[in-house]
């Protein structure tokens, strides 16, 4: 019985874990539907009154085939192949660009057909591009375009995008519904097409500030559905057209015409375009879906995507989708993460989301034409102006902050004139710009260093204080510690040489620190120098530690987005080098079997209390109140009043401050070790603590107050003079040290 009860409950549970996976992917489909028809739309807008019925049908060709193609041979956890703005917003370019051809206008077709065939076969050339990259293990140099030139393509083709979809908003293509009054001939703004799109940006705005976690696209394009149908059948105002009935999968023919002598003689024709907007859609493509899946989806999805694996998937699925007349496919880290957050986990979810689509494809026709095309202009502008704002936003942050240089003007200046030249003069004119500047840039700076100095663990140490026996053994066996601070941008530039001066400098060294903090950039080639400089390394038998580096900042995101140290945790990853430093440092004291006394020290070996005899020691016990402190416990804040010092007889503690570079977050003065005394200047001048003591792990300290201090005083001048004295000399190795980190981390004077 309690065995049938089980199977049941067994059942039970995998039938609800079934429907949770496939509910999940059919909301996942209804979402995706807000993101891809105005990318669909987009991409055929040249082609006049067929390019609503051309874009959605190749949006949903380019979904449902891309997916099949991902659920065959991705490999992934959650695979998908989409519409994305960055490969589609190219794609369309190269349609605007041959529909303006007066040959092609002059056919009997207008240009329909002939250019549905160019576009078709622009991307099965993308495809056998992406398929080869994968094949001859390219998918990292995939990634070598510097990100300036892709920034520049981008925002040019948003700028355009958003000039062309602003009169769809307005009303003054005309629309209106054929025969309805004025319907055709209106070219002035319509108020009612204008309230459409503004109230489906306004939703999206709305729900994407006040709740993230909902599909915002979707509810804003929902909300300017709504209005559209209030418009329609209670105030009888026209908003355009709508989404036209589709209703049938579409058939895989459009590439049939290279099978003709004029479909050959097409093609030759326009052969460059073709060859220069395939190879831009392959590279960005490859890039934008690279980054996505290793830099975006891997870490909160645990997954580990193979990038060579994943570009002849990508490849595949553009030849597939070109065969149904499709628009460029690539991975959406967003739609993955969307499924995941919605439960899905499995296979069952893209199943699901692909079966969904095409089932509204064959019998959603009168939901989807709800749909008014005003609507789907408005999530054109907001995905266009997100695509701006991508970059745009770091370097407004960047230039906010003051932090100029010359790497930030060269990118701004580079962005800028690639997006002018691909607003003004087309793709083709733009990727060429881009190639030229990208070379002038990489032998501008080919032959500079990036070495801002190197320094020993036996010049430089970490800011822990030591007992004396293990600062004795630092300072002889430093040398084993290299510390190089690095100064600007690791690119496919400066990559190569940073390698080598890194090797030789590496010479000798047991511990090789890199100092990442005045690092602006990492592009991918940096990236995949610093994973092989940390092999070539490992063979010399020196682990290379990283400094100022963690996996939620931009440097790290950079780094794992190239696809490279992957892992999930770091243990060669530090804030800052001054943690590298005591790392290399504990390693080398681990080594030698010295280690941190574990027992509690007796008063009489702290500092303070040096050269008492036995006698005034016991006299000073009822003075000294002893105290425990858990791991992380503060001690006392900055701020706080400060009465009394502290004598730390076991265990470690970290006096921080607030970093004045980043809000919130503390940066570590010094580590203090059993012996020391801390807390001594706010209790000598009664004021406030300038700095927070921090337990490192569990702490002992006996602390004196300046009450106490004050008896000690009227009982026992001469032994108060001598416990002055020492707590001067402490304060005058702590300034010691202070001016060693002043001196460390000072800017050179030109």
Request: neutral net charge.
């Amino acid at each position: 019985m309690t065995d049938h009860g089980a199977t049941a409950a067994e059942g039970n549970g995998g039938f609800a874990e079934l429907a949770r996976e496939a509910g999940a992917g059919i909301s996942a489909a209804f979402v995706l539907v807000a993101m891809m028809l105005p990318l669909g739309l987009i991409a055929f807008a040249p082609l006049g009154e067929y390019a609503v019925e051309a874009g959605l049908t190749a949006a949903f060709a380019c979904a449902i085939f891309g997916n099949i193609t991902a659920l065959l041979l991705s490999g992934a956890l959650l695979p998908n192949e989409v519409p994305r703005a960055s490969s589609v917003f190219l794609f369309a370019a190269f349609i605007l660009r041959i529909s303006g051809d007066a040959q092609l206008r002059a056919s009997p077709s207008h240009g329909v057909v002939e250019i549905l065939f160019l576009a078709a076969l622009c991307l099965a050339l993308t495809g056998v591009i992406q398929v080869s990259f994968g094949l001859l293990r390219l998918g990292n140099i995939a990634r070598f375009v510097p990100y300036p030139v892709v920034a520049g393509l981008m925002t040019g083709l948003a700028i355009s995008l958003v000039i062309y979809e602003l009169p769809e908003v307005l009303g003054t293509h005309g629309g209106g519904a054929p025969g309805a009054e004025g319907g055709d001939a209106h070219h002035g703004i319509n108020g009612w097409t204008l309230l459409v799109g503004v109230v489906t940006i306004v939703g999206f705005v709305f729900v994407r500030r006040r709740w993230p976690a909902l599909p915002s696209k979707l509810i804003g394009l929902a909300a300017g559905t709504a209005v559209a149908a209030i418009i329609t059948y209670v105030a009888h105002g026209d908003v355009g057209p709508r989404v036209p009935f589709l209703g049938k999968v579409p058939l895989p023919d459009a590439l049939l015409p290279v099978l003709s002598g004029d479909g050959v003689a097409l093609a030759l024709r326009f052969g460059y375009d073709l060859l220069v907007t395939a190879l831009a859609i392959a590279v960005v493509g490859s890039l934008d879906s690279l980054l996505a899946a290793v830099g975006e989806a891997d870490g909160p999805l645990d997954t580990a995507h193979h990038p060579n694996r994943l570009l002849v998937a990508l490849g595949c699925g553009n030849l597939v989708s070109s065969l149904f007349g499709g628009v460029p496919v690539a991975y959406s880290s967003h739609h993955a993460l969307q499924v995941h957050h919605g439960g899905g986990r499995k296979l069952v979810s893209s199943v699901a989301t692909t079966a969904t689509l095409v089932l509204l494809l064959l019998y959603g026709a009168p939901l989807l034409h709800l749909i008014p095309i005003a609507a789907l202009s408005a999530m054109m502008l907001v995905i266009a102006v997100g695509l701006i704002d991508r970059w745009a936003g770091a370097t407004i942050d960047r230039v906010r902050r003051g932090q100029y240089d010359n790497e930030l003007i060269v990118n701004i200046a580079l962005v800028v004139l690639v997006a002018g030249v691909t607003i003004v003069f087309g793709l083709v004119a733009a990727v060429i710009t881009g190639l030229i500047l990208s070379m002038g840039l990489f032998l501008a700076v080919m032959n500079r260093s990036l070495i801002r100095s190197v320094r020993t663990g036996a010049t430089r140490g970490s800011r822990r204080v030591y007992p004396p026996e293990q600062a004795s053994l630092l300072r002889v066996e430093g040398h084993r510690i290299k510390l190089i601070e690095l100064d600007g941008a690791i690119f496919f530039g400066t990559a190569d040489r940073l390698a080598f001066e890194a090797m030789r400098a590496a010479e000798g060294a047991q511990y090789l620190i890199l100092d990442l903090r005045r690092v602006t950039m990492i592009d991918a080639s940096g990236a995949l120098m610093l994973a092989k400089l940390k092999r070539l390394l490992q063979e010399q038998k020196v682990t290379l530690l990283l400094a100022h580096l963690s996996a939620t900042s931009r440097l790290g995101r950079a780094i794992q987005g190239a696809g490279v140290f992957t892992q999930r945790h770091h243990t060669d990853w530090f804030e800052d080098a001054d943690r590298a430093l005591e790392w290399a440092e504990r390693q080398l004291l681990a080594e030698a079997r010295v280690a941190t006394p574990e027992h509690e020290l007796a008063i009489g070996e702290f500092a303070l209390l040096a050269g008492l005899s036995p006698d005034e020691l016991q006299f000073m016990k009822p003075y000294l109140d002893r105290q425990l402190f858990p791991s992380q416990a503060a001690l006392y804040h900055e701020g706080q009043q400060g009465d009394r010092l502290y004598l730390l007889a076991k265990g470690a503690v970290s006096i921080v401050a607030e970093d004045p570079e980043a809000h919130g977050r503390n940066r570590r003065i010094v580590t203090l070790a059993p012996g020391v005394i801390f807390g001594e200047s706010a209790m000598i001048e009664g004021g406030v603590r300038s700095v927070t003591a921090i337990a490192e792990n569990e702490v002992v300290t006996y602390s004196l107050s300046r009450a106490n201090l004050d008896a000690v005083r009227a009982r026992a001048p001469d032994l108060y003079r001598r416990i002055v004295l020492n707590m001067v000399n402490h304060m005058s190795g702590l300034l010691r040290m202070t001016t060693g980190i002043l001196r460390d981390t000072s800017e050179s004077v030109e």
